[in-house]
């Protein structure tokens, strides 16, 4: 919103002449233009926070599209367990949050690697950040602990998800996100200062989080199924793949279809404000409109990449299979989130066309290295969100990031196919193999800590059993009523009745009615 004038008295009164009351006249006109300038800033503030609020609750119930993806993704047996995880994630990933990460990520002031306020939320709200800000940022930081959660399905003890899903939230993931996101992070495209040096003189633009969210998930979940091997019957003696579906395809669709609705919270909300005007000479182009193509693009991402997959794999394999559709929109969703907001919607398809072929690239890769993760989250997430980084580094368009990316008097590099130069698609790549070292660095040690002290997988007979048996009590589904009360009593027996027309066998214990 445009910022509003002051109202000076003495210049006021001047305006207003030399007459005896001008003076009264002008305090009292400022008086009610400073009063009606607060409530314009008060309904900014307001309109702004709904917005963000609006966009937390969104990327929130993408927990629900994880519960409901990894659930018919996973074999029948180990329902329970997936959907326990799913709900750790999140209460787990709130605590751990709420005390550390929070501060880790967004603590201004702070150096470039980590922040160090705003532990407990203390200090808060401010006028830097407000409650939304938090609610926001956690429901981002658990979506990346749901990524790794599928990568190791099926196979992991319920105190390692415990562990991991609280070390990543409070302190892996926010490291990564301050690195990006903070405005004092090393490679912020948005660093405070004017004089502040910047990476490449660029800084990694990765919007909504490509790289901070889904390649920090991604890669989490890579070491933690490389370290605990394959599933049992996974790969045959030979060493030839087993196909170990999941149980429910309507499932999968279901969660597919609530993580895209989430998307619109995820990529357009990450704008954290809708009233902001450009400096341009069209009033009805402003961060409003910014938010609407952003969605756009995330749209054309997600529908490319899921049509290209289909009829890839109709190709590759004869026949057309949704689970397979499912995961490459997905893909090409986590590839245009780190440029939904700097490049066109035609860049958009080149984004998901892509993203389709990294994601079956890398899944026929894991095959070959016998490499399981029933959810290809590592693949998907992973390897998509690489692509998006490198994307947003050929694609930026110089407008799109002049406007969204300001600091006044400093010319920002943009996409390299655009005409922008090289040193944005090296920031990209820089941002790239540090969030894989420092997440490898991290989460590796701690996965292989968890296996040592026996902590990581389940034994074979409970693997075989499926956990929801043997370690959460009883199957997701009732297959019977084991209730007695439905059973007949004692010494009364059932029989099918006849058609009419034949002949009827005589009663039994004395009974002459046919019984159902």
């Known amino acids: 919103m445009a910022n509003i004038p002051a109202c000076e008295v003495e210049q006021l009164t001047t305006l207003l002449g030399s007459t005896g009351n001008a003076s009264m006249a002008a305090e009292y006109i400022c008086t009610r233009f400073i009063n009606t300038s607060n409530n314009f800033t008060n309904v900014s503030y307001a309109i702004d926070n709904t917005y963000l609020l609006f966009s937390a609750y969104l990327v929130f119930a993408m927990q629900l599209g994880f519960a409901m993806l990894c659930a018919g993704s996973v074999r029948a047996k180990n329902t329970m367990n997936i959907m326990l995880t799913n709900v750790l994630d999140a209460a787990a990933g709130g605590l751990s949050y709420y005390i550390f990460g929070f501060a880790f990520a967004f603590g201004v002031p702070s150096n470039g690697f980590i922040g160090k306020h705003h532990f407990g939320l203390n200090n808060i709200p401010n006028p830097d950040f407000d409650y939304s800000s938090f609610l926001y940022q956690w429901a981002f930081a658990i979506a990346a602990a749901g990524i790794t959660s599928g990568s190791i399905a099926e196979r992991t003890q319920f105190v390692a998800y415990l562990i991991y899903s609280s070390f990543l939230t409070g302190f892996v993931y926010p490291v990564v996100s301050h690195w990006v996101w903070s405005h004092d992070g090393w490679a912020s495209a948005s660093r405070n200062s004017e004089s502040a040096s910047l990476l490449f003189d660029s800084g990694a633009i990765d919007f909504a989080g490509s790289g901070v969210v889904h390649m920090v998930g991604g890669i989490a979940g890579l070491w933690g199924a490389l370290i605990e091997g394959p599933r049992i019957g996974r790969f045959d003696r030979s060493g030839r793949s087993v196909a170990l579906r999941g149980h429910s395809s309507s499932l999968v669709v279901l969660g597919t279809f609530l993580l895209w609705f989430g998307w619109y919270g995820f990529n357009p909300g990450s704008f954290l404000k809708i009233l902001v005007s450009y400096d341009t000479p069209n009033d009805y182009y402003g961060q409003w409109s910014a938010i609407g193509r952003t969605a756009v693009t995330t749209t054309l991402a997600g529908c490319t990449a899921g049509l290209t997959t289909l009829f890839s794999r109709r190709l590759l394999v004869g026949h057309w299979n949704v689970t ?58 992973g390897g998509c969100g690489a692509w998006g980084l490198l994307f947003t580094g050929m694609f930026a368009k110089k407008q799109y990031v002049n406007e969204i990316y300001v600091i006044p008097n400093r010319p920002r590099p943009y996409g390299l196919f655009m005409g922008g130069g090289g040193k944005l698609f090296a920031a990209q790549i820089i941002q790239i193999l540090v969030i894989i070292g420092w997440v490898s660095a991290t989460m590796g040690p701690l996965f292989y800590i968890l296996k040592r002290l026996k902590l990581l997988r389940v034994s074979k007979e409970d693997e075989m059993a499926g956990m929801d048996m043997t370690q959460h009590g009883g199957f997701a589904y009732v297959y019977h009523d084991d209730d007695d009360s439905t059973h007949p009593p004692t010494g009364f027996m059932m029989r099918r009745i006849e058609p009419s027309g034949t002949t009827t066998p005589g009663p039994i214990n004395g009974s002459t009615n046919n019984v159902v």
């Open 324 to 381: 397979d559709v499912c995961n490459g929109l997905l893909g090409g969703l986590a590839a245009i989130t780190s440029g939904c907001a700097v490049v066109e919607p035609w860049a958009a398809i080149v984004c998901g066309f892509i993203a389709a072929w990294v994601l079956i690239g890398f899944n026929k890769l894991a095959e070959k290295c016998k490499y399981d993760d029933p959810l290809e989250a590592a693949q998907l997430h």
